[in-house]
């Protein structure tokens, strides 16, 4: 692994992002660059019109001074974007990540994305934005449009950061997943950590020779990696195996290609983002 994006904004999981992104930079020895991107409601002006019928002089004024607040309102911006990437830079540091850059950009954040991530392996990002409420059950927008748009794998950050250990692969057989198993024993992001590949579905010897085939793998890169058949309904039985047997990351695939691209609402993947208290790794 050589870049990672980490998606920074100023909400409640800014801090979790700049922790996730700093402990891959650091086990990955990868550099870490800190995006913020500034949209177009924040950059322009939302005043209205307000000059009515009044005189020309006095018209003209008032409009003056509305574009005079525009540009106030604008350089603030500004400067708390670059103050937000500042700390950002800070945290990132303290997990241990050493080659750090930071960038602010104005536009659509998918646009961005599209432009900057052909020399990123791997894109961070928070669960929930700064305009989601953290109680809100609904994911935030960007997390949708990133995942959905980007064809490099994704981190989906929890609320806070704790020490990974052990990681849960939900494992089904398809060209993602067997991306995910492929990339782990590749990259020393996941070296070290105990691996567990769960497949949710029946106890059949077609199950159990797909997942013979992606425990060899990781065995072959030096994981000490165990599988098991699981019946029951993936989101449930997933959670529940996180919970009980006490798992730090889940790494799954992500999205597959629905007619209804922009609607996810329903979506084992989606369910499971929502449901999960640990750091997800998604793959495409």
């Not at 830079?89 to 750090?100: H, L, N, S, V």
């Not at 961070?124 to 409420?133: A, L, N, P, Y």
């Not at 989101?235 to 529940?240: F, T, Y």
């Not at 983002?273 to 998604?282: E, F, N, S």
Request: proline share 1%.
């Amino acid at each position: 692994m050589k870049k990672i994006v980490a998606l920074i904004d100023g909400s409640g999981y800014a801090q979790s992002v700049c922790d996730h992104a700093g402990w891959i930079a650091t086990r990955a020895d990868a550099s870490l660059l800190l995006l913020h991107v500034l949209g177009r409601r924040e950059t322009v002006g939302d005043n209205a019109d307000l000059s009515g019928s009044i005189g020309l002089g006095a018209r003209t004024a008032l409009l003056e001074e509305l574009a005079e607040l525009d540009g106030q309102k604008a350089r603030l911006i500004n400067k708390r974007g670059r103050a937000i990437l500042e700390d950002a830079k800070e945290r990132a540091a303290t997990m241990g990540a050493t080659d750090i850059s930071t960038m602010l950009r104005h536009g659509q954040l998918v646009e961005t994305m599209e432009e900057l991530e052909s020399d990123a392996d791997l894109i961070v990002i928070g669960k929930r934005g700064e305009t989601s409420h953290l109680n809100m059950e609904h994911l935030g927008s960007n997390l949708e449009r990133v995942v959905r748009s980007t064809k490099k794998p994704v981190m989906v950050a929890s609320r806070a950061f704790t020490p990974i250990n052990k990681m849960l692969i939900a494992f089904d057989g398809g060209k993602s997943s067997i991306k995910a198993v492929e990339h782990i024993a590749s990259s020393d992001m996941f070296k070290g950590l105990e691996c567990l590949l769960i497949q949710v579905g029946s106890d059949n010897s077609r199950n159990h020779k797909h997942l013979s085939g992606a425990v060899a793998t990781l065995k072959e890169a030096g994981y000490n990696a165990e599988s098991k058949v699981v019946s029951g309904q993936p989101e449930s039985v997933i959670a529940g195996t996180i919970e009980a047997e006490g798992f730090d990351l889940l790494v799954m695939g992500a999205y597959g290609h629905s007619r209804i691209r922009n609607l996810i609402i329903g979506s084992t993947t989606t369910q499971m983002i929502g449901a999960c208290k640990v750091p997800i790794m998604l793959f495409r």
